[in-house]
């Protein structure tokens, strides 16, 4: 918490209003899904509803306390009034418009809009978060490869994804981090393709992405599965995609811009002819949220630190036609990475 003390300071405010309900558990340990955090250096309030005092007086580190508000904004305004708050940092990429407005009706107040204070410090992950990570790729792997064994032709993309993610469960999972992709055929050029009820076909390539929470904490993994070989132009395609991920898969280590790691493996499939195909960035931070500080990508101010976990999932997509990604969730280390998904990189034949 010191860091995130002496952040608050830096900024020349007296207190953080916390509102994004991922940092309230990473500076609570509370797990609830409603709540807010006042910060006040070094003091830290946890302010619940009567729904989640009892679970945030069992879950919450004793340095914070539990204030249980019926009327939010008195709850507010004793707490800060008491502090002498004046000056109030608010998270401003997540703060709904509705408590913005309740914190401005508190006149001895000036807020002050600040960015990632606390996602920044959640970059860097304690070796307990590294655990639970490696935890949930377990399990998401495990699930998938029992869940293969129910792959057939005609079944839906709902239907297997529903097998998915009951072994997620099954497993020690708490529900899926995102909503699970089976994007078969034509599909699979929708990077975002979630499972629909589209009837799976033979010798198409179908793409798997998935991953589950475990103890709050995400896992995310790509695959090419398929039911009996794809065409020759698919496998083609798919060893040029697969050395790009190797090549992310080296580049990654402590000390690299992620945007040049971003740009390596762009350059790398523009060479081979398919830079327009690849049209999102490179990979993303896993924690708390399935997408999360540091982004991977052209974009990215981040330079890739010790402890970090990403993603590295280069994607050629081609509409009308087929898509492909290939995805691991990875530990980036001092002169290399650890990838966490124990899967073969090969398209999965069935």
Avoid at 149 to 160: P, Q, Y
Avoid at 172 to 181: L, Q, V, Y
Avoid at 210 to 217: D, I
Wanted: with cysteine; net charge negative; hydrophobic share 40%.
């Amino acid at each position: 918490m010191q860091k995130l003390f002496e952040k608050i300071e830096n900024t020349n405010v007296d207190a953080l209003f916390v509102s994004k309900i991922q940092n309230v558990r990473y500076i609570t340990h509370f797990t609830g899904e409603e709540g807010f955090a006042i910060i006040i250096p070094p003091k830290i309030y946890l302010l619940v509803d009567s729904r989640f005092t009892e679970q945030a007086h069992l879950e919450v580190k004793e340095s914070v306390e539990v204030v249980e508000w019926s009327d939010l904004k008195e709850a507010i305004s004793s707490i800060l009034t008491k502090n002498k708050v004046h000056f109030l940092a608010i998270e401003e990429g997540s703060l709904k418009f509705s408590t913005y407005k309740l914190l401005s009706q508190l006149g001895f107040l000036v807020l002050v809009g600040t960015f990632d204070l606390i996602e920044e410090i959640r970059m860097i992950k304690e070796d307990w978060e590294l655990e639970k990570i490696r935890t949930a790729c377990d399990i998401s792997t495990k699930a998938f490869l029992e869940t293969l064994k129910f792959l057939k032709e005609g079944i839906s993309e709902l239907e297997i994804s529903a097998e998915l993610e009951y072994r997620f469960k099954k497993f020690g999972g708490e529900k899926p981090s995102f909503d699970t992709i089976v994007a078969s055929g034509e599909r699979g050029a929708l990077p975002h393709g979630v499972a629909s009820k589209k009837h799976i076909n033979a010798h198409e390539p179908i793409v798997f992405d998935f991953g589950v929470f475990f103890e709050g904490f995400a896992s995310d993994t790509t695959r090419v599965v398929s039911i009996g070989e794809v065409s020759q132009e698919v496998r083609d395609v798919y060893k040029v995609l697969m050395e790009a991920q190797r090549i992310g898969r080296e580049v990654a280590k402590e000390g690299i811009l992620a945007s040049n790691v971003d740009k390596t493996v762009r350059d790398f499939l523009s060479e081979k002819g398919f830079g327009s195909y690849f049209t999102h960035g490179l990979g993303h931070g896993v924690g708390l949220e399935i997408h999360e500080l540091p982004y991977v990508n052209a974009r990215s101010k981040y330079t890739l630190l010790r402890n970090m976990v990403i993603t590295i999932e280069p994607g050629l997509y081609f509409p009308n036609k087929y898509g492909l990604r290939l995805e691991d969730t990875v530990i980036v280390k001092e002169d290399s990475i650890e990838n966490l998904i124990d899967l073969p990189h090969e398209i999965i034949v069935v």
